[in-house]
């Protein structure tokens, strides 16, 4: 191997330009708000999950919609606090 690995973690909002791309790649690169939308990177899908309900519990949205098929998800979303 050539080069100097780099092991060190990343920043907490996760890799700047990931999270561009991850912008560009789900709202489109002519979005008008692209600057308004915020992103951030978690480890893991349920990691993502929980971050995603904490977010919607502190700024008060009270409906969350999950399929039936992944119980898991329900026993992941009732154990946020109100």
């Given at each position: 191997m050539t080069g100097k690995l780099n092991k060190e973690y990343l920043p907490i909002?996760?890799?700047?330009?990931?999270?561009?791309?991850?912008?560009?790649?789900?709202?489109?690169?002519?979005?008008?708000?692209?600057?308004?939308?915020?992103?951030?990177?978690?480890?893991s899908g349920t990691g993502a999950l929980r971050v995603g309900g904490e977010f919607l519990r502190k700024f008060n949205s009270h409906t969350v919609n999950l399929p039936k098929r992944l119980g898991q998800l329900i026993l992941l979303f009732s154990k946020i606090q109100a």
């Open positions: 909002e996760g890799h700047a330009g990931f999270n561009e791309l991850s912008k560009h790649l789900i709202f489109g690169k002519n979005c008008t708000n692209l600057k308004n939308i915020v992103t951030v990177q978690d480890l």
